[in-house]
Nanobody, 118 residues
Framework: QVRFVESGGGLVQPGGSLRLSCAAS????????MAWYRQAPGKQRELVAQ???????DYADSVKGRFTIARDNTNKILYLQMNGLKPEDTAIYYC????????????WGQGTQVTVAS
């Protein structure tokens, strides 16, 4: 069963940077669309960025120009470089298969907490 282990979160001041990592198990990583999601307190989980198996990248409007998603298919790691962080980026960040992926099975990791505050 596929597992996702997110890391790299923390407390950072506005304008700061963090790089999140997600280690995935299983054999589908390299052929699957992969994505980062986030869930802020009291809000629904939302898509932040997606890396498709064909190389296409997509970003939520709120993070375009600030966040960069990348993937290492050999080691099955998904990254999210976050620059210019804002307080509204505060959330728990999760990785998983991309939206509407046929591989999605409802399993989520514990996520990694990102807090942006001065």
């Amino acid at each position: 069963q596929v597992r996702f282990v997110e890391s790299g979160g923390g407390l950072v001041q506005p304008g700061g940077s963090l790089r999140l990592s997600c280690a995935a198990s299983g054999s589908t990583f390299s052929i699957a669309n992969m994505a980062w999601y986030r869930q802020a307190p009291g809000k629904q989980r939302e898509l932040v960025a997606q890396s498709n198996a064909n190389g296409n990248l997509d970003y939520a409007d709120s993070v375009k120009g600030r966040f960069t998603i990348a993937r290492d298919n050999t080691n099955k790691i998904l990254y999210l470089q976050m620059n210019g962080l804002k307080p509204e980026d505060t959330a728990i960040y999760y990785c998983n298969y991309g939206q509407y992926s046929a591989f999605y099975n409802g399993n989520w990791g514990q996520g990694t907490q990102v807090t942006v505050a001065s």
